[in-house]
């Protein structure tokens, strides 16, 4: 039996709820992918372009920094990784956590939040930041997720 964790970025609540069911579900472990500086609500203001979130978003680069780290990311086979979607993709604290830990042999199974778009190119986007070494599988959108909708993630790694 392969060893999961649920990793997963949460600015407002919604993707930690799904990715507290889905690790209870799965029998994964739960890891918080936090910022080292917390965000505000000014900070998540999509409307305001000079908003953190925003700049962050405009900039290819921005890597936010984690405030924790994971000891023990050899122990999993299936790494799950939870975000709401920005701007049409996953925000670049996702990028910064890829980043932070090798993923080969792993599978990478995304699953999202959004209030207003579905997964789009998120899943391409975020490949090549740990190319050639992890296996990555489809992944969901998940807003509001019925217990068959999570089971049918699970089923990704069957």
Known sequence: MSKKLVAYFSAS???????????????ADLFEIRPAVPYTAAD????????????????????PEIADTLENMEDYDAV?????????????????F???YDFSGKRLIPFATSGGSGLGRTVDVLKPLCANSAKWLPGKLLNRPSEA??????????
């Open 80 to 96: 799950f990784i939870g975000f709401p979607i920005w701007w049409y993709v996953a925000p670049t604290i996702i990028n910064t």
């Open 44 to 63: 998540l203001d999509w409307t305001n372009k000079k908003s953190r979130s925003s700049v962050e978003m405009g900039d290819p680069s921005s890597r």
């Open 13 to 27: 609540g919604v993707t930690r709820r799904v990715a507290e069911q889905l690790a209870e579900l799965a029998g």
């Open 149 to 158: 909708e999570l089971r049918s993630l699970l089923s990704e790694l069957e």
């Open 98 to 100: 890829l980043e932070s």
